[in-house]
């Protein structure tokens, strides 16, 4: 089973920028889709963006423009690269991933089979 670790969160302020990583264990996954939900205090999760297996991304639209998703197949990584934080971006980002056998690739939450522990980011106005 593949094991999905999440870097890279922490507390910045309004505006600032942080890089989140998420390694995989398993090198077939970078021709999986996959992608990065949040889920803020009280709130549903959500989905925030997609990589699937052409490279083709998908980003909400809350974070299209300062947020973008991006993968470093030498490295079995993905990254969510986030730019002008803001106070409601704060939530708990978790990346996921669908089998690489899967054939759509969209924010369809429970066909995603595999979820990493999840890293806090906080930002402060």
């Known amino acids: 089973q593949v094991q999905l670790v999440e870097s890279g969160g922490g507390s910045v302020q309004a505006g600032g920028s942080l890089r989140l990583s998420c390694v995989t264990s398993?090198?077939?996954?970078?021709?999986?889709?996959m992608g990065w939900f949040r889920q803020a205090p009280g709130k549903k999760r959500e989905g925030v963006a997609l990589v699937d297996r052409t490279a083709r991304t998908t980003h909400s639209d809350s974070v299209k423009g300062p947020f973008t998703i991006s993968q470093d197949n030498a490295k079995n990584t993905m990254y969510l690269q986030m730019d002008s934080l803001k106070p409601e971006d704060t939530a708990m980002y978790y990346c996921?991933?669908?089998?690489?056998?899967?054939?759509?690739?969209?924010?369809?939450?429970?066909?995603?089979?595999?979820w990493g522990q999840g890293t806090q980011v906080t930002v402060s106005s």
């Open positions: 996921a991933a669908r089998r690489p056998s899967a054939t759509w690739c969209n924010f369809y939450q429970p066909d995603f089979p595999y």
């Open positions: 398993d090198n077939t996954y970078k021709r999986a889709c």
